[in-house]
């Protein structure tokens, strides 16, 4: 089996929607935000009293991996062909004469040998903070812009997050999904697995801390900038993040942490030259 990776990658996203904008649209629904449905209809809150205490300008991470794989294998194989007419005694296949039976249903019975290709892709999304899989596939669409520096990264002062897991977590968890054995083979001429893309994205996200004071509740009500859905019961992180934000952090793909992934065999891990001379730099 040969393994080929591509060079990791890292990217963000330039927020579509302003904070301003993002506000405006939060403060019309924020009593329902806030108190909740349930809230509302019980004690229905007068919308001055929920105020704003604080703000985050936020990028949030997810990965993205694509792979996929080509196998070419033989396979032997019987074919079963029934005969019409009681009346055929012999049948003529590629120059071969065969003697069909006469008795019960006629039929031809031929063995072969299937050379076969099997072609998978798969692309995987996973949430950089909990490292659940998730379709984030929304996001493609958006213009993005790679970032060449992480241990330097902070466009417009925005508080970047960094990921839950690592480049290696992620690659061996959809290697481990795609990589299945091939059934009935009986030589395996070429078995290549392809990882496209490893790439780690930042989404843009404001998150706004809203304080209903009478109730001794606060509330952090997320927006995201690129697709302008709200949601309610989000979190700061400005006070838990610590330590830079570096490559060699959270790229760690290695030719032997790939090889982990299928004991056993002969398995040759090829990385991208940019992927290898990054450990001499």
């Not at 925005?158 to 968890?173: F, N």
């Not at 952090?249 to 990054?278: H, N, S």
């Amino acid at each position: 089996m040969e393994i080929i990776l591509a060079e990791e990658r890292a990217y963000y996203f330039v927020p579509q929607i302003s904070l301003e904008v993002a506000q405006d649209r939060i403060e019309k629904k924020k009593t329902t935000l806030v108190a909740g449905m349930f809230g509302t209809l019980i004690s229905r809150p007068n919308p001055a009293e929920i105020q704003v205490v604080s703000m985050e300008n936020r990028l949030e991470p997810y990965w993205m991996v694509t792979v996929t794989t080509r196998t070419v294998y033989d396979r032997q194989a019987t074919y079963t062909i029934p005969i019409k007419g009681e009346e055929v005694r012999e049948v003529t296949v590629l120059g071969q004469k065969l003697i069909i039976p006469s008795k019960g249903n006629p039929t031809l019975t031929l063995n072969g040998v299937e050379h076969c290709v099997e072609e998978h892709s798969a692309t995987r999304f996973f949430d950089g903070l909990s490292g659940q899989k998730t379709d984030l596939s929304r996001y493609q669409s958006f213009a993005k812009t790679e970032v060449n520096d992480l241990a330097n990264f902070a466009p417009n002062e925005m508080l970047v997050v960094p990921p839950e897991m690592r480049a290696t977590a992620i690659v061996r968890q959809v290697l481990g999904e795609v990589i299945q054995p091939v059934s009935k083979a009986q030589v395996i001429h070429e078995e290549r697995v392809n990882v496209e893309a490893i790439d780690l994205n930042f989404r843009p996200v404001y998150a706004l801390e809203y304080e209903w004071a009478s109730k001794g509740k606060r509330v952090v009500i997320e927006f995201d900038a690129l697709l302008g859905d709200v949601r309610s019961g989000g979190k700061k992180w400005s006070d838990q993040i610590k330590g830079i934000l570096t490559r060699d952090l959270f790229f760690d793909v290695t030719a032997d942490a790939i090889g982990m992934v299928v004991p056993g065999g002969g398995i040759a891990v090829k990385l991208v030259k940019a992927v290898v001379d990054r450990g001499k730099k």
